[in-house]
C-alpha cells in the first residue's frame, strides 16, 4: 500500500475516535468523516508499519445515519467527529463505545440534548499571524495549522459573536505575541469573560474598552502570561484588564463564581443532567458525611449540601478553592469545608484519622485516578462512591481497581455533554459489597 493510491472500500465500524475502520488487501485502514457499513472512495494519506490512514474522496453508498453536516467546515476542523451522523445514531454509537470499554458491565442509554447544538459555553481560539494577517480558528485535525472558521455551530452564538468582533478587531500589532483567546460565557447570568494568551501584553486599552462598550455582557477581561514551549493553553502569572478575574455561572439554583482558571463543564445544561445522575445514585440522607474529591468551584458539593450533614471538598488548583470557598458563601450554605490538596493524598490522610465518611464523589480529570488513591478511599469505607467520568478508558480501569477492594459497579449512567464530537460523560454507581 502507497500514499495517494485510491480504493474503493467498505466500512466495518467506527472506532472510539470516530475513525472507520476498512480492510484493504490485508491492511487496516483508518479514515475520518464516514459511517459503519457505507460503501466509499477513499485515497490514501499515511501508511505506518502495520495499517495505514486515509481521507475519503467521495461516499458511494451512505448509510441511512449519514446527514450533511450543518457546519461548512466539519471534515477540516478537528473540533465535530459526527456532525455528519444523526443525533441518535450518535447517542447509540457512544453508549457501544462505552460498553466496549467496560463489557461486563450494565451501561445504559445515554441521556443527550433535544437541540444538540449551540451548547458549548467555552472556547479557546488559537492564534497566528500570517503574512501580516491575523488568522483566529480551530487547529485542523492533528495538526498546529488554524481553519479559520465563520461561526463554530456548537459553540454558544454569544461566544461566536465575540470571535467574529476579535476577527474583526485584531490587527498584527495588537495581536503580536498572543496565542490564544479563551472565551467564557454563562447563559444563566449573562456574563462573558476573554482571556487575552500570550507572551506580552499590548496596548489593548482602547480595544478593552471598544469591547465593553459593544457587548453588555463582558464582565471580565484578563491578560494571561503564557511563555510555555508545550501546548498547555494557560500559564501562571495574570492581570485583569476589566472587572475581576472571575464571572458568575450557575449551577442548579446556585451561584457558581468562576475564575478563569478554574474548571466548569463546557455544557451547562447538561452539566446539571449528569450531576442530577450522581445525586440520584448517592441515595443521600442528612446523617451523612460527603467527601468531593477533584472539587472545582463546588459544584457538585454544594448540590449535596443541602441534603447532607457535612461536605468535605478537594482540588488542586487554588483559584477553584477559593471560589469553592466563596461559593458556599453566596449561597448561604455553612456545611462545607473545602482543601487545596491532591484527591489521594487527602484521602491517605484522611483515612489516618479514622474520620466516618458515607459517600465520596469522584470527578477526576482524563487520566482518572491512580490504584493508591482507589485504596485509600476503601480504607475511608463509605457506602458509596459516585464516580463522574469524561473518559469511559480510565473509568473502566478504575471500576476493575475498585472491584479489586470491595466495591461493585450497579451500572453506568453516560451523559452527552459534547455532542457532534466523540467525548461522553458517564456517571458509575459503586456499591461497598457487604
Ligand atoms: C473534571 S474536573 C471536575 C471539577 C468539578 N467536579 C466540576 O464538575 O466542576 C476535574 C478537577 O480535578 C482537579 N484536579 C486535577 N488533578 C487533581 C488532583 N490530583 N487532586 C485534586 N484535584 C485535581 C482539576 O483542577 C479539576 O478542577
Known amino acids: 500500500m502507497k500514499k495517494n493510491e485510491v480504493y474503493t ?6 472506532t472510539n475516535m470516530a475513525y472507520g475502520v476498512a480492510r484493504i488487501d490485508g491492511w487496516v485502514v483508518f479514515v475520518p468523516n ?6 466509499v472512495k477513499v485515497g490514501i ?3 505506518c508499519k502495520k495499517y495505514a490512514y486515509a481521507r475519503l474522496i467521495e461516499v458511494i453508498k451512505p448509510s441511512p445515519d449519514r446527514i450533511e453536516p450543518v457546519c461548512p467546515v466539519a471534515k477540516t476542523c478537528g473540533g465535530c467527529q459526527l456532525q455528519h451522523m444523526r443525533y441518535p445514531a450518535q447517542l447509540a454509537y457512544k453508549q457501544k463505545m462505552v460498553q466496549d470499554w467496560m463489557p461486563e458491565q450494565e451501561v445504559r442509554y445515554p441521556l443527550g440534548m433535544n437541540t444538540p447544538y449551540a451548547y458549548r ?7 497566528q499571524i500570517h503574512s501580516d494577517k491575523v488568522v483566529m ?3 485542523r485535525l492533528h495538526s498546529n495549522d488554524i481553519v479559520p472558521i465563520q461561526r463554530c455551530a456548537i459553540q454558544d452564538p454569544v461566544i461566536n459573536d465575540l470571535y467574529e468582533w476579535f476577527q474583526q478587531h485584531l490587527t498584527p500589532r495588537l495581536a503580536q505575541g498572543l496565542r490564544h483567546i479563551y472565551i ?11 482571556v487575552l494568551i500570550g507572551q506580552q501584553k499590548n496596548d489593548w486599552e482602547p480595544l478593552v474598552k471598544d469591547c465593553v462598550a459593544t457587548f453588555d455582557h463582558v464582565a471580565s477581561i484578563v491578560y494571561n502570561r503564557n511563555t510555555r514551549k508545550d501546548n498547555v493553553i494557560l500559564g501562571e502569572e495574570y492581570e485583569v484588564l476589566y472587572g475581576k478575574p472571575y464571572i458568575l455561572a450557575t449551577c442548579f439554583e446556585n451561584q457558581v463564581r468562576l475564575h478563569f482558571k478554574a474548571f466548569f463543564q463546557v455544557n451547562s445544561m447538561q452539566m446539571e443532567v449528569l450531576y442530577q445522575q450522581a445525586l440520584q445514585a448517592a441515595c443521600l440522607d442528612p446523617s451523612m458525611t460527603v467527601i468531593d474529591l477533584y472539587a472545582g468551584t463546588g459544584t457538585i458539593g454544594m448540590m449535596a449540601a443541602s441534603y447532607v450533614k457535612q461536605v468535605i471538598g478537594v482540588e488542586i488548583v487554588p483559584e477553584a478553592v477559593e471560589n469553592a470557598k466563596e461559593n458556599y458563601a453566596l449561597n448561604d450554605l455553612h456545611n462545607g469545608s ?15 484519622q479514622k474520620q466516618n465518611v458515607d459517600v465520596v464523589f469522584v470527578d477526576p480529570p482524563r487520566k482518572g485516578m491512580n490504584k493508591q488513591g482507589i485504596e485509600d478511599i476503601a480504607k475511608l469505607d463509605p457506602q458509596r462512591v459516585i464516580y463522574v467520568s469524561c473518559n469511559p478508558k480510565t473509568l473502566a480501569r478504575d471500576i476493575q481497581s475498585f472491584a479489586q477492594v470491595g466495591y461493585d459497579c450497579q451500572y453506568v449512567q453516560p451523559v452527552d455533554l459534547f455532542c457532534q464530537t466523540n467525548g461522553i460523560e458517564c456517571v458509575a454507581k459503586l456499591e461497598k459489597i457487604d
Open 9 to 14: 472500500t467498505q466500512i466495518l465500524d467506527l
Open 34 to 39: 464516514v459511517l459503519a457499513q457505507e460503501e
Open 45 to 47: 494519506t499515511k501508511v
Open 121 to 127: 459555553n467555552k472556547a479557546q481560539f488559537p492564534i
Open 137 to 139: 480558528g480551530f487547529y
Open 184 to 194: 467564557r460565557y454563562c447563559s444563566s447570568t449573562h456574563q462573558s469573560q476573554i
Open 338 to 352: 473545602y482543601y487545596c490538596m491532591d484527591a489521594s493524598q487527602f484521602a491517605h490522610a484522611m483515612k489516618e
